[in-house]
């Protein structure tokens, strides 16, 4: 068991000392101004840090971490907040660094394929950079037009493409940490291959729990010559599904492969008005690419894949406008909710691709059950299932409920033989699900390679594992009491 | 593997055995434990630093669940890649990694090594493919990571851990693999260069090809010839020569050898032979790094634009070598003449040093165990190696896996 982290308010004289680092405007810690840092994309847990610091250079977040050790205090690093199962939340408060000012494209190599980004440069400011070079960054969460490069590899993000593509950490070829004891070190490099063990690999999705990322190495990924979009119109979610299952045993392999829920195409088209029609049980979203000479013949196998799975039709996104609108309507599904409802709750859950009109038929039971209403869109292609739980976050009652439907839906994903979550992570929201994934064994390996990174377990105590620190409960409870009511 | 030739060995026929013979083990004498595969790869490393037992997995062979239409795999390590590639093969589909000596080379093995081949530039390498993995500590503690679904990120990825461990942390007795459809059609172009110049003309046009080759090699006329030969194909093997691989659909494929073929042409490039049924040459090409009785087999990572500064200087020393262009990586064979250490050092120091200078590496693959006294195996030192002793530490905190093997005197010393 590693010593616990103490967990008390900041002393004046660190918090002095911070100012001196960062200088006197980069740090917050009046209530009003750390109020805005009190959670993540996951609203049903809070807690405000004792302060927030921006730092712009490496030797600033050395310097930072170097002095949370000094004095005991926990530390967090967050990028831009979008994070969805709390990874950022600062659990008992302590030094929030957040990363967004460093966030600088340092270097762009296309003959050698990669690109050096500060931690808090935007998902699409590289792929807005990169335009015109015939590269780019293959990562696409649906956030991307707020989350940070650096949050990516913390949370291992996916996004929409990642079905050909794949998720950030096949896209990272190094990083440069500072891990929590202050030193500096740099995992992987501009070549492949590097001698001894995948840090690089094992870093990306250890959401911040390994040390605080300062630079990312990423690859850079030749663009696609050609697309073509389609919407497969379908009377039920079923048959969606179906379909979905029918185009994956074929062989073949799409770009993206999502579904859209009548519910969700209810918020989505009065916000962007592509013509989704509005009757249909579930759409659809499918797009391959690459060369111009193979695109038109899976595209056809796609066609015909739907059409004996009982689509009504087919449509195809013709011109670049209409596939660029089409994928804003699926990236910004989620802030089309508030059209449904003043909260919501999007789970995470994955399932081999063959369980998916199981998994959502129980989705549909467990929302009659428990009367909350859920909406569905995700990355079918994947099997990476995105329940979206709509209710008031003011109803404490409505929380339970939501809570309970959550927890029935992951359940049966672990039943189904997947997983409890695909790209949001563990966060603090899915500690508890840990140890039904995973055996205590397990579970005590990675603690012991937590423990070769972070022995003191002053960064980011609290995520993840269910065991992290978990003596320290008890200044959680005080601190914290929405904490001990989830735990 | 010298030390353990003479030790005892065991090969266990289910985890359940394997994990208590650990057990004991480390209940008991704790003596070293060398985990072997198809024993294709022992030679990597250094040399063990105490006797111990060979600890077989060729009996943890089945198949676990082949859920096709998931497009995924569960399996125990020790089978051997053929076999596994035959399993795949019958529901038309494969994992697209390259592994030499495939008939021997098991699934663990090669995931402890992390093989890959000429197709890692399309497919990237066993860290893409995957998904999850069981394994066995010194302790005897039977732990997993992953799962079975494509996209998971519960927990540390201790996938990534293991991949590349070379034993050194637990063995790997069970994974799942994520895997792709079999392509309708693949084939190479032989492209015969005028001199390196062309070489790197050819490749910085590839970076605006219209085409997406998943194979791109650069061999000089040495490798050229013998892997020629090894493929029984008749092909011209005077100076450097390209050899460019598609895969996929027909009409896609023979559209990109095409297109290829032009291009080519345009950069002065007119020597292409399009070999049509490539499958001997697929096979030459990757059995490559290990096909030789050479003195010394490197692996060579640079950043690709170094790489054929890096190829002209070693075939200038007469190295024979096949590089994985599109992805920095030169596997070289000393030649025969290199028959002493004072010979070896020479000849390697100025390529050890455009390695580290093009921030990259040189690590040996195989060589006599007495030069691994002077050459460093893992070349030059990162700055990440303290860290890596530091998870060694936490999961074989007696040193019972592979003792030696990555972590010894020898390296820390060459380290510095």
Known sequence: ?487 | MTTTESSDEFTPTTSDEARDFLAENSAGAGRAIFPVGGRTALHYGYAPTQPGFAFSTLRLNRTIDYPARDMTITVEAGIRMDELTEILKAEGQRLPIDVPQSSRATLGGVLATNTSGPRRFGFGTMRDYLIGITSIDAAGKTFSAGGRVVKNVAGYDLCKLMIGSLGTLAVITQVTLKVIPQPEMSQLLWCAAADWQAVEVALENLLTSATRPVALEVLNAAAAHEIAAEARLDLPSSGPILCIGFEGAARETEWQAETMSVELEAAGICDVAVVADAESLWFALTDFATSSDEPLTFQANLRPSRLVEFSELATSAGVSLAAHAGNGIVIGHLPDEVTTLDAAVELLSPLQALAHEADGNLVIFDCDESWKQTIPVFGQARQDRALMQRIKQQLDPRDILNPGRVFTKNAMSAAQ
């Open chain 1, 1 to 487: 068991m590693p010593e616990t982290a103490t967990i008390s308010t900041i002393p004046a004289q660190a918090l002095q000392a911070l100012r001196r680092i960062v200088g006197e405007t980069s740090v917050l810690s009046a209530h009003e101004q750390v109020l805005v840092y009190e959670c993540d994309g996951f609203v049903i847990e809070k807690n405000t840090p004792d302060c927030v610091v921006f730092p712009e250079t490496t030797e600033h977040v050395v310097a930072i971490v170097k002095l949370c050790n000094e004095y005991k205090i926990p530390f967090v690093p967050r990028g831009a907040g979008t994070s969805l199962a709390g990874g950022c939340l600062p659990v008992g408060g302590g030094v929030m660094i957040a990363l967004t000012r460093m966030r600088g494209i340092h270097d762009v190599n296309l003959r050698d394929h990669y690109a050096v980004v500060g931690p808090g440069t935007v998902n699409v400011h590289l792929t807005q950079h990169l335009k015109g070079t015939g590269f780019h960054y293959a990562p696409d969460p649906s956030s991307q037009g707020a989350c940070t490069i650096g949050g990516n590899v913390a949370t291992n993000s996916g996004g929409p493409h990642t079905l050909k593509y794949g998720v950030t950490v096949n896209h990272v070829l190094g990083a440069e940490v500072v891990l929590p004891d202050g030193e500096v070190v740099q995992f992987g490099g501009y070549t492949e291959d590097n001698p001894g063990f995948d840090l690089t690999g094992l870093f990306v999705g250890s959401e911040g729990t390994f040390g605080v990322c300062t630079k990312v190495i990423v690859r850079l990924t030749r663009d696609p010559v050609a697309y073509r979009t389609m919407l497969g119109v379908f009377e039920t979610v079923e048959d969606a599904t179906q379909a979905i299952s029918g185009i994956i045993g074929a062989g073949i392999v799409p770009a993206a492969l999502e579904l859209m829920d009548q519910g969700i195409i209810e918020a989505v088209e009065p916000a962007f008005h592509f013509g989704f029609p509005l009757d249909a049980g579930a759409v659809l979203l499918i797009e391959v690419d690459g060369l111009e000479v193979a695109v038109d013949g899976e595209a056809a196998q796609i066609v015909e894949l739907c059409e004996q799975n009982n689509a009504r039709e087919v449509r195809k996104a013709d011109s670049p406008q209409q596939r660029d609108l089409l994928w804003k309507c699926r990236k910004k599904a989620f802030g089309a909710i508030g059209r449904l409802s003043p909260s919501y709750c999007t789970q995470d859950g994955v399932v081999p691709r063959t369980k998916l009109p199981e998994i959502l038929k129980f989705i549909t039971e467990a929302s009659a059950r428990h009367d909350i209403r859920i909406v569905n869109v995700f990355h079918a292609g994947d099997g990476n299932i995105h329940p979206i739980l709509l209710f008031d976050e003011r109803d404490a009652e409505q929380v339970k409920r939501v809570l309970l439907a959550s927890d029935e839906i992951l359940n049966r994903c672990i039943e189904l033989g997947g997983s409890v979550t695909g790209e949001h992570g563990i966060g603090v929201e899915k500690i508890n699900f840990m140890n039904k994934l995973f055996t205590e064994a397990d579970l005590e390996t990675m603690e012991a390679v937590r423990i070769a990174f972070n022995p003191t377990g002053l960064c980011s105590p609290q995520k993840m594992l269910p065991t992290a620190g978990a003596c320290g409960m008890e200044h959680i409870e005080k601190s914290h009491p929405a904490r001990r009511a989830a735990l």
